[in-house]
């Protein structure tokens, strides 16, 4: 059995490595499909409604890979993780992620909706090191701090192994 989280700041790497995993078989499971009601104007999901879903998900497969940079969703399934990855690249690096990212379908209707987000993002991926939410460097480091079993940190694109 292997299950695996990975969590880190956005642009850091997250679904890019997630899918690496999941071409080895693992079930894979990007939070941000669940954490967010897809209204004009994203909301939030409940939090136990997310809790409830990735629970179901979890059930359900016995290799999976969860991800995403929701701390306290990460937390509720800490428990089941055979091993973490905290992605923790450097802002800068994270924000050179985020400026040569590909379309993400899932997430919105076209490229340009994406693109017109790109400076929502940057700032958002700049405040890391400074935010206290759930979202957080603090929160995460808290989380992998927090692990006991097989854990390793990312700190540049070029470290990423999945073995």
């Known amino acids: 059995m292997r299950r695996v989280i990975i969590f880190g700041n956005s642009a850091s790497g997250k679904s890019t490595l997630a899918k690496r995993f999941a071409e080895q078989g693992l079930a894979h499971l990007d939070l941000d499909s669940l954490a967010w009601d897809m209204t004009p104007q994203p909301v939030r999901r409940d939090k136990q409604l997310s809790c409830q879903q990735i629970d179901e998900f979890s059930q359900a497969n016995t290799d999976w890979v969860i991800e995403g940079c929701y701390s306290d969703l990460l937390a509720h399934v800490l428990s089941e993780a055979t091993e973490v990855i905290f992605m ?37 991926i700049s405040q890391y090191d400074s935010r206290s939410d759930e979202f957080s460097l603090q929160a995460h480091q808290a989380l992998f701090d927090k692990f006991s079993g097989k854990k390793s940190q990312i700190i540049e694109n070029t470290m990423v192994n999945i073995d």
């Open 88 to 124: 923790n690249l450097s802002i800068e690096q994270c924000i050179a992620n985020a400026e040569q990212r590909p379309w993400e379908p899932h997430k919105y209707a076209s490229k340009s909706k994406q693109d017109a987000n790109l400076t929502m993002l940057i700032d958002w």
